[in-house]
């Protein structure tokens, strides 16, 4: 018998991966609720657009999943994210450094749907990655 939470994860397992991994904007039609809440780029819109600032500045990126827990509707995740600076990045031309990053994400699922997100990314250690030489 497969477990709400084991369906949660495996929802937010096909996200990461169409939406992050497979650059498939549309991907949200299919696994965002209508009633979206997000938390850390204000809107289904603007999480497009940061996704496609991280596309434009790393082509190459690459996030995998290093830990995944569900417990009801909540799903934690630990993942890195891995790229080249390849493209402008807030202002910042390309170095052609690699970034190696560690983010959290939080997700509510309901009913098969992504309902609520909220991430947080290592910022600090991106900046110093891109940067360095």
């Known amino acids: 018998m497969i477990t709400i939470e084991q369906k949660n994860i495996e929802t937010v397992s096909a996200f990461i991966e169409a939406f992050w991994n497979q650059s498939d ?3 949200t039609e299919k696994y965002l609720s209508t009633d979206y809440q997000e938390h850390s780029y204000q809107s289904k819109e603007g999480l497009k657009q940061f996704a496609g600032k991280i596309l434009e500045a790393f082509p190459d990126k690459l996030y995998t999943v290093e830990e995944i827990i569900a417990q ?3 799903v ?3 993942m890195v994210v891995k790229g080249t600076h390849r493209g402008l990045f807030f202002g910042n031309p390309p170095t052609g450094n690699s970034i190696n990053v560690t983010l959290y994400r939080q997700y509510r699922v309901v009913d098969g749907k992504i309902a609520e997100h909220r991430g947080w990314i290592d910022m600090i250690t991106m900046w110093h990655q891109i940067k360095a030489n």
């Open 25 to 27: 904007m549309e991907s």
């Open 72 to 74: 009801g509707e909540k």
């Open 76 to 78: 934690i995740v630990r």
